[in-house]
């Protein structure tokens, strides 16, 4: 049988996901032996699983960023880009995992969309862009870089004040303050 569709090792992954937000959550320095522990498994257990910290980092982002992507598609009505709206959304997402992202925009400078972005870039910002008269590429990419970058910086300070604005604040910020 399949390792990857045996029982055990899915439920082994997850603990190994979970274990990494508790400890996060729980304001600790992340690292491999302390996920062990934490898990009660062993290191070569660990490396069937993943190959570093950093791959497991970038699986619980995956998911958690699924978990955004899901919150966009149960809404009743389109969520437009760069809406309030969008942007109340992202925020409460972002202060429900607020350990994360501290954990997130520590190891990362930028907010790189980069986990649907092709569908993203092709569906969303470019029809943006043309609906503006916009038909560079480059101007296009030029100007999604300092978009991404304002609401990185801005979440990011957020998270490091512990989210204390209310959501619907951050939303305002962002809507008044990001435009492409």
Request: proline share 2%; net charge negative.
């Amino acid at each position: 049988m399949n390792q990857k569709k045996n029982k055990h090792y899915q439920q082994t992954h997850q603990k190994i996901k979970d274990t990494l937000l508790e400890i996060i959550y729980e304001k600790k320095k992340v690292n491999i032996a302390q996920i062990c522990r934490h898990a009660g498994i062993n290191r070569t257990t660990f490396y069937q699983h993943y190959e570093d910290i950093v791959e497991l980092i970038e699986d619980v982002q995956s998911s958690i960023f699924k978990q955004l992507i899901k919150t966009y598609d149960n809404e009743p009505e389109k969520i437009e880009f760069m809406s309030f709206r969008s942007y109340e959304i992202f925020a409460l997402h972002v202060k429900e995992n607020q350990h994360f992202y501290k954990l997130y925009f520590e190891m990362n400078t930028t907010f790189p969309l980069k986990d649907g972005l092709e569908e993203m870039w092709e569906a969303i910002i470019v029809p943006y862009f043309h609906d503006r008269g916009i038909y560079d590429e480059e101007v296009m990419a030029l100007r999604f870089i300092c978009y991404q970058a304002g609401f990185t910086i801005t979440l990011k300070k957020w998270v490091d004040q512990n989210c204390h604005l209310k959501i619907q604040e951050v939303a305002q910020i962002l809507t008044e303050c990001l435009r492409m």
